[in-house]
């Protein structure tokens, strides 16, 4: 008994059917709907792949399709695109070492499935960077966060361009364990660069290394919005952080010029930089366009070279390096890669950076009591064979009871030790929603497989498979986040406090931020809690003379500024009471 390839049930006997003339699948003829002619009949899939665009009926639309198709690239022939500029003596200009690039960098970016990245790397004895372009950081909030926590290591910054952000929306884009500064469009929608630096680095902004300087005299091009902060290392050097989003069709020329200033004053600082975004600048035409040219020389010239160096925007026709981190570190071991993932048109890409040698300070005890089944079943046994006869015969309630308690606190401590506990990765990971099923996670990762399998064979049908599951995966996933929030607030109706903590949760509203760690007083950086402390003093105990000293001498008395207001001896009058006025507020 055959079963229909469209419903997947059984084909009864005295039920019509079809079959296919190519393939001699079975169907339905219920399932099957027009003219059909049962001699000559093609099923869905053999149609698919020998007329791929025979459901489209607009002519337009039509020719649109069947040029992607015939210009579509092949998933597989990506690893033969690659950015390698050090073949081309006219661009590099002997600016740096040839033998330090290769090594570390080049031949490490390899593509990677978010789910599958088995990088041998620790948390806390190196420095990542995941950078990503978000398109709308709203709208993608909840696939961004599914894709963070399915990763299997924390990174040290993560850096987004395009975050659609506006400026009233700062407290609405909270991600768990991390701090953010962002710059928004100005005037416009789009655009936008963001940092999420791990709440365990101390860091100040570095707003003079923006590369348009607003405050200036001069007319202003808003080709780019870019974000800096040094992250402070009491290790080893400062490490400058940059992202920087350059909006597409905007003036290159101005872009390069305000990006080879910010180069010069990061060059003369003498500190370990990584500077990420999303350029719009297609660095595998560099051989064809100057621009593109003289922006990967104002890198070069600073000693700062690229870690990606394949495609990072794919479509079914071209294939571009777009986005990348450039850096000026040599003499640390780095892996650099880029993650396959359909959350949009761009693929995240990362580094690490080993033995960095970076301080992070993470925040919560570390210490704590084990209460294991065999601690548990040592303590009784000690209870049990402890002599409480001195307890029992002394004859001051008082003394019995603090014998009682010092025994038992004695026995308490034997068997429950503090011991320092190890503050491990998984600790500081992003941690999966908890509407988030183990289900749901399956379905994700179908979802990868059918994406990854779209990717290397883009056929319609893999294409509508692959749309129609993301699509219900996608409600799936939103019922669930639904349901899970209804219940949650039915079960704290009758608290306030709680329903007011679920909501700002579901709104995203910034958790308060711990107390920094870094102050700078006086233009000079410190950590030190005196010197903390002495410059809150010194700052509030001087705002009254320095106020004071700002204020211009005066001759004139304060007398003089009260001589024509009338005088208030009479502008306030009560009415004397009496007793029956008593009498009648007790009875009343």
Not at 133 to 147: A, C, G, T, V
Not at 237 to 245: A, D, E, R, S, T
Not at 382 to 392: A, D, E, F, I, K
């Amino acid at each position: 008994m055959a079963n229909c390839n469209k419903c997947l049930k059984n084909i009864v006997h005295d039920c019509v059917k079809l079959t296919c003339k190519y393939c001699n699948s079975f169907y339905h003829k219920k399932c099957v709907y027009g003219n059909i002619d049962d001699d000559h009949w093609m099923c869905f899939s053999c149609t698919g792949t020998l007329f791929p665009f025979n459901h489209i009926l607009d002519d337009n639309e039509f020719k649109f399709n069947l040029f992607y198709f015939n210009n579509s690239i092949e998933y597989n022939k990506l690893l033969s695109l690659k950015l390698n500029p050090f073949l081309y003596d006219d661009i590099v200009d002997n600016a740096m070492p040839k033998n330090l690039f290769k090594p570390n960098c080049v031949n490490s970016c390899n593509y990677y499935f978010d789910n599958l990245l088995d990088i041998d790397v620790s948390f806390s004895d190196n420095f990542s960077i995941l950078h990503l372009n978000s398109r709308s950081f709203n709208k993608n909030r909840d696939n961004i966060e599914i894709f963070l926590s399915n990763l299997k290591h924390t990174f040290s910054v993560i850096a987004m361009s395009e975050t659609w952000f506006k400026e009233d929306q700062s407290n609405l884009i909270d991600i768990t364990n991390y701090n953010l500064i962002s710059v928004p469009r100005k005037n416009r929608k789009s655009g936008g660069a963001a940092l999420y630096i791990h709440n365990s680095l101390s860091f100040k902004l570095r707003k003079d290394l923006d590369l348009i300087q607003h405050d200036s005299s001069v007319n202003v091009i808003d080709h780019s919005e870019s974000i800096f902060v040094e992250i402070m290392n009491s290790k080893c050097k400062n490490i400058i952080i940059g992202n920087v989003y350059r909006a597409h069709r905007t003036d290159v020329d101005s872009f390069n010029s305000d990006l080879n200033r910010c180069l010069d004053v990061i060059a003369n600082e003498n500190k370990h930089c990584y500077i990420s975004g999303d350029f719009n600048l297609d660095l595998l035409q560099h051989e064809n366009d100057l621009k593109i040219q003289n922006f990967l020389t104002n890198f070069f010239d600073h000693n700062m070279f690229p870690l990606i160096d394949r495609p990072t925007r794919i479509t079914s026709h071209s294939a571009t390096l777009l986005d990348n981190i450039f850096t000026n570190v040599f003499d640390k071991k780095i892996k650099s890669g880029i993650c396959v993932s359909d959350i949009t048109d761009h693929y995240p890409i990362f580094q690490f950076t080993d033995s960095i040698s970076l301080k992070y300070n993470f925040v919560g005890s570390t210490h704590g009591r084990s209460f294991t089944q065999r601690n548990i079943h040592s303590f009784t046994n000690h209870l049990q064979l402890t002599n409480w006869n001195h307890v029992l015969n002394e004859e001051s309630v008082s003394q019995a009871y603090k014998l009682f308690i010092d025994k038992l606190t004695v026995l308490y401590n034997r068997c429950f030790p503090i011991k320092a506990k190890r503050v491990n990765q998984s600790s500081n990971r992003i941690p999966h929603k908890p509407w988030i099923t183990t289900a749901i996670l399956t379905s994700i990762n179908r979802k990868d497989k059918l994406y990854r399998k779209f990717k290397s064979s883009p056929t319609d049908a893999n294409k509508r498979l692959l749309v129609n599951y993301r699509n219900t995966l996608t409600s799936l996933i939103r019922n669930s986040k639904k349901m899970y929030y209804c219940n949650l607030l039915s079960e704290q109706k009758h608290n306030l406090k709680q329903t007011w903590k679920i909501l700002n949760d579901l709104l995203g509203r910034k958790r308060k931020q711990p107390f920094p760690d870094c102050f700078d007083i006086n233009g000079t950086p410190t950590t030190n809690p005196e010197m903390i402390a002495n410059g809150f003093n010194d700052f509030f105990t001087n705002i009254g003379p320095k106020l004071a000293k700002n204020i211009p001498p005066t001759h004139v008395s304060f007398d003089h500024f009260l001589n024509n207001i009338p005088s208030p001896q009479n502008s306030l009058f009560l009415t004397p009471t009496d007793t029956n006025e008593c009498i009648n507020m007790c009875f009343s």
